[in-house]
Nanobody, 120 residues
Framework: QVQLVESGGGLVQAGGSLRLSCAASGIAYSINTMGWFRQDPGKQRQLVAVITSGGSTNYADSVKGRFTISRDNAKNTVSLQMNSLKPEDTAVYYC??????????????WGQGTQVTVSS
C-alpha cells in the first residue's frame, strides 16, 4: 500500500500563491499517475491536475494557466504550484497516486487532505 503525506496548505489572500507537496512512501509498487483533487463540503471530489510517470499532464479548466503540477519520479513526490489564487479555489486538497501493485492489480491511494483557504 502506498502512503501519501501532503504539506503546504494554508491561508492566503486572493491573488497570492501557495505550493502543495506530496511524498509517497511504502513504495513496492509502480506509480503511474500522481496528482491533486479538491473537495468542497457537500460536493464531490474534483480533479485539479494529474501527471503521469512519463510527464503527461491534465488540468481542470478552472486552473489552467494558474496552477502547475510537477513530479520527481526518483523521489516519488508531486507538487502543485498555485498562482493567482481565487476565493473559489478554497477547498480541501487531496494528493492522489494510482498504479499497479506487485501482483499487477490496480490501486488508488489518497492523502489525508490539506486545507487551502483563499480570502477575498
Amino acid at each position: 500500500q502506498v502512503q501519501l503525506v501532503e504539506s503546504g496548505g494554508g491561508l492566503v489572500q486572493a491573488g497570492g500563491s501557495l505550493r502543495l507537496s506530496c511524498a509517497a512512501s511504502g513504495i513496492a509498487y509502480s506509480i503511474n499517475t500522481m496528482g491533486w483533487f479538491r473537495q468542497d463540503p457537500g460536493k464531490q471530489r474534483q480533479l485539479v491536475a494529474v501527471i503521469t510517470s512519463g510527464g503527461s499532464t491534465n488540468y481542470a479548466d478552472s486552473v489552467k494557466g494558474r496552477f502547475t503540477i510537477s513530479r520527481d519520479n526518483a523521489k516519488n513526490t508531486v507538487s502543485l504550484q498555485m498562482n493567482s489564487l481565487k476565493p473559489e479555489d478554497t477547498a480541501v486538497y487531496y494528493c492522489y497516486a494510482g498504479g499497479r501493485d506487485i501482483g499487477g492489480s490496480p490501486y488508488d491511494s489518497w492523502g489525508q487532505g490539506t486545507q487551502v483557504t483563499v480570502s477575498s
